[in-house]
């Protein structure tokens, strides 16, 4: 089954750095787009990046467009979303999902805690 | 970028009732619109996508519907299980694919 396990979430400084991952299985991970959401705690869902599936196009919401970078490597079946310069409003639930048009799987999400 | 305005933000209704959410978009989106549920400490599930297309498995009380920039989202039959809250998100174009604030369903 399709199945998407985020990782690499925690507790970090303001200014500090940390990669998340999204480790998939149960589908050819190479034929699909995936997108990163992030929801604050108590709050409404955020679209974070976006990577097409060869990753040759990329996006970002303006809030982390600098700062952020998505990357994917299919050999590995993974997309990576590397977090430099945190800010305490990143603090957040990051969830990586396949896109609506193709089922809409998204996993169980990672914290990352941006706290002195 | 497109913004999503989503409404209500909350409402409360009875197991049996008729639920309409609706989103409205700064621009036309041409039907790229999803519709998610989000139950407490989990990952929203898909409902809907492309405005009107029911995802598998999702029972066919739910329905949406729009065009332009107006959708609807209706629960024809409220049962226990859909107390969640609700949220759009457009996907037209390139991104960013912006979400709408998300309605939260309560029990009356």
């Known amino acids: 089954q399709v199945q998407l396990v985020e990782s690499g979430g925690g507790v970090v400084q303001p200014g500090g750095s940390l990669r998340l991952s999204c480790a998939a299985s149960g589908f050819t991970f190479s034929n699909f787009d995936i997108q990163w959401v992030r929801q604050a705690p108590g709050k409404g869902l955020e679209w974070v990046a976006f990577i097409k599936y060869d990753g040759n196009d990329r996006y970002y919401a303006d809030s982390v467009k600098g700062r952020f970078t998505i990357s994917r490597d299919n050999s590995k079946n993974t997309v990576h979303l590397q977090m430099n310069s945190l800010r305490a409003e990143d603090t957040a639930l990051y969830y990586c999902a396949r896109l609506a048009t193709s089922g809409g799987y998204w996993g169980q999400g990672t914290l990352v805690t941006v706290s002195s | ?108």
């Open chain 2, 1 to 108: 970028d497109i913004q999503m305005t989503q409404s209500p933000s909350s409402l409360s209704a009875s197991v049996g009732d008729r639920v309409t959410i609706t989103c409205r978009a700064s621009q036309g989106i041409s039907n790229f619109l999803a519709w998610y549920q989000q139950k407490p400490g989990k990952a929203p599930k898909l409902l809907v996508y492309a405005a009107s297309r029911l995802e598998s498995g999702v029972p066919s009380r739910f329905s949406g519907s729009g065009s332009g920039t107006d959708y609807t989202l209706t629960i024809s039959s409220l049962q226990p299980e859909d107390f969640a809250t609700y949220y759009c998100q457009q996907y037209y174009s390139s991104p960013p694919w912006t979400f709408g604030q998300g309605t939260k369903v309560e029990i009356k």
